[in-house]
């Protein structure tokens, strides 16, 4: 079982690190890790973000571990060059165009919620983000208009079968939790919607035990904090995904603890190739410090296992270790504690 690791910058080479000490932990047999180098470190090394040694390495790999891009030394850099341009490349380039992001409260973390604890507690969702498509893979420009104002564009625009496979991962993941799928657009104002709309309801007929509902993306933004307990799969667009699982990594705790999966259509020996990553960023006022929280890498390594490898004992041992170690009061410092990120790790181990 081949996995390319790919640490990353600021905190990423952090948490990579713990979530493969967990991994060890479990002992599994043949298991291959390949490292290589993305983001800030792939430019300083290689002279580009996504080098190409890396890509070969992840279209070799059965699973992709990735932890986090982006360093404000590269700030002035080219688009092409900056290193967020690493995981948009992964994805385009492996057609990994389905993001999986569960958010579910942990018993005893409801108060760090900003939501009232009652309300924190309800919250058990996946939002299905579309990835390889919408405004931020567009075409991009700016100009000076006649009158010497600048000017800055870019193109929002989805095919109809791009919508079309997004909603047939939103519908059969429904299936296998409450059979309920909220689609997220803007209908009412953006033709983008409204073809998507128009897109996922004819899907929707290919799964007649699955409720269908639409929900304008700024109505879902208030419900979230509202009554987040009546969601069940979201599936939206790519921009729209972006914004509302960062909302809802809050109305659980703390971005450290959301995981995700990018999944695309490729099947392996052992599964479906995807890659794996925390949604927080690289955190680079941090970074070298031992503060990170590595949580959500670890809960992206039992993504991985589950998804990638079949392996669904393992995947819920390192899930149930890790709400286990949260009850426990293992917390880290985006939590209100005084835990390092390999203390984290080790209790995490602990608890295998």
Not at 43 to 61: K, S
Not at 94 to 120: H, M, Q, T, V, Y
Not at 234 to 248: H, M, P, R
Not at 297 to 326: C, D, K, P, Q, Y
Request: aromatic content about 6%; proline content about 4%; hydrophobic content about 45%.
């Amino acid at each position: 079982m081949k996995i390319a690791v790919l640490p990353g910058d600021g905190i990423g080479p952090e948490v990579t690190q713990e979530a493969l000490r967990v991994l060890d932990a479990l002992q599994l047999p043949g298991l291959k890790l390949l490292e290589g180098d993305v983001g800030a470190a792939g430019y300083r090394n290689h002279g580009h973000p996504l080098p190409p040694e890396t890509l070969a390495m992840a279209r070799e790999a059965d699973a992709v571990l990735f932890g986090a891009v982006g360093d404000p030394a590269c700030d002035n850099l080219d688009r092409h060059l900056r290193p967020e341009q690493a995981v948009l490349g992964l994805r385009k380039e492996l057609d990994l165009f389905a993001n999986l992001r569960p958010a579910k409260g942990f018993d005893g973390l409801e108060e760090l919620s900003a939501l009232r604890p009652e309300i924190a507690r309800e919250i058990d969702l996946v939002i299905v983000r579309e990835l390889t498509g919408d405004i931020y893979f567009g075409e991009k420009a700016r100009h000076v208009l006649l009158d010497g104002r600048r000017e800055g564009w870019d193109r929002m625009a989805y095919a109809e079968d791009e919508v079309r496979r997004i909603a047939h991962v939103a519908f059969r993941t429904a299936q296998t939790r409450g059979n309920r799928v909220t689609s997220v657009d803007k209908a009412n104002v953006l033709e983008t919607s409204r073809l998507w709309r128009e897109v996922v309801e004819e899907v929707a007929v290919e799964y007649l035990d699955v409720a269908l509902e639409h929900m304008y993306v700024d109505n879902a933004a208030m419900q979230l904090v509202k009554a987040p307990g009546a969601f069940d799969v979201v599936l939206t667009s790519n921009l729209f995904g972006d914004i509302l699982s960062d909302q809802a990594s809050m109305c659980v705790g703390s971005i450290g603890l959301l995981a995700s999966a990018s999944l695309g259509e490729r099947q392996t020996a052992y599964g479906t190739f995807g890659l794996y990553e925390p949604i927080h960023g690289s955190a680079p006022d941090i970074a070298g410090q031992g503060k990170a929280n590595p949580m959500a890498t670890i809960l992206s390594a039992a993504m991985m296992l589950r998804h990638s490898f079949g392996l669904e004992a393992e995947a819920a041992r390192i899930e149930n270790a890790v709400a286990s170690a949260l009850k426990d009061g293992v917390r880290g410092v985006d939590l209100g504690g005084t835990l390092g990120c390999a203390a984290i790790g080790e209790a995490v181990c602990e608890r295998l």
